[in-house]
């Protein structure tokens, strides 16, 4: 008697000594689907060109001829309906288990990476972000201060126009005595004292002197936080420009007037003389400007 299909499979897979894990595993093929095919169980697979299919993949395995067999089982399918046809393709694909397993893993693994690699992205975009912020703010409080450095500038100027009137005006002031004399030749004797040239004089010294001579000043500035300060005198130069630790305190003497540029305003505190100065009037956009005379 012949061994049917499944059976002579089974027997030649056993004398190679491989399980139907084995051979599931190198088809690719459900473990339950090759023990359906060795036992002839052709029903229960998803169609005759599937089973044909499996039956030359397990002979060639095997290295059995695949003809023979094929030619055994072409007379068990006939050829399918419509309906047939539908049922057949509704019918799970035949891959083995371990195949959609390993697909999940991948699948997994895949959203895995991509999950991390968004991470690393996100945190990347997060701190070149706020290093950006960084460096725009310095950039400008930078302008800022040079903007108020040129608006300031000019402020210098009045005084030197005010102080070379006053040098012009002298000669005309020491004149005075000279017409005062003139007149002493047509009044009496006693009318002499009232002559005012050092008077004159003194108010030719007092309009030169006057401009010339600036207030000094002792400005103490305590910074509560970290805050960035500059101070520049009346020539426009550059006392204080730094950036300055929480604690710490700074004291300029010079002579005014003094342009002062505070940055975070609302954590120093300003002495000009002993006396408070209050920032909140002077302060925009978080960056107080004033100037002490």
């Not at 002792?218 to 204080?240: F, P, S, Y």
């Not at 002062?260 to 408070?276: F, K, R, S």
């Amino acid at each position: 008697m012949t061994d049917s299909i499944g059976a002579e499979l089974a027997r030649a897979r056993e004398e190679r000594g491989l399980a139907i894990s084995d051979v599931a595993q190198q088809l690719k093929f459900a473990p339950r689907q090759l023990e359906a095919l060795e036992q002839d169980r052709f029903e229960q697979l998803p169609g005759g060109t599937v089973v044909r299919g499996m039956v030359r993949s397990y002979a060639r395995l095997l290295k059995i001829e695949p003809e023979p067999l094929l030619e055994r089982i072409s007379g068990r399918f006939a050829a399918p309906d419509a309906g047939t046809l539908a049922a057949r393709y509704s019918q799970p694909v035949p891959f083995s288990d371990n195949g959609r397993r390993s697909t999940f893993v991948y699948m997994g693994l895949s959203l895995g990476v991509l999950v991390i690699a968004a991470g690393i992205g996100y945190s990347w975009y997060r701190e070149h972000n706020q290093t950006a912020q960084l460096v725009s703010a310095k950039r400008a409080a930078q302008a800022a201060a040079k903007a108020n450095a040129i608006a300031t500038a000019p402020r210098a100027q009045p005084k030197v126009v005010e102080v070379t009137p006053a040098r012009v005006e002298a000669p005309a002031a020491m004149e005075a005595p000279k017409l005062t004399m003139a007149k002493v030749d047509n009044v009496s004797a006693t009318d002499k004292p009232r002559v005012e040239k050092p008077a004159a004089e003194k108010a030719a010294v007092a309009k030169v002197v006057a401009p010339l001579t600036g207030a000094s000043n002792r400005v103490v500035i305590r910074c509560d936080e970290e805050a960035w300060i500059e101070v520049k005198d009346a020539n426009d130069r550059m006392l204080v420009s730094s950036l300055n630790p929480k604690g710490a305190e700074r004291v300029v003497r010079s002579r005014g007037p003094l342009t002062l540029v505070i940055g975070n305003p609302a954590q120093v505190h300003v002495l000009h003389n002993d006396h408070a100065v209050d920032l909140a009037p002077h302060t925009r956009s978080g960056i107080a400007r004033f100037t002490l005379p």
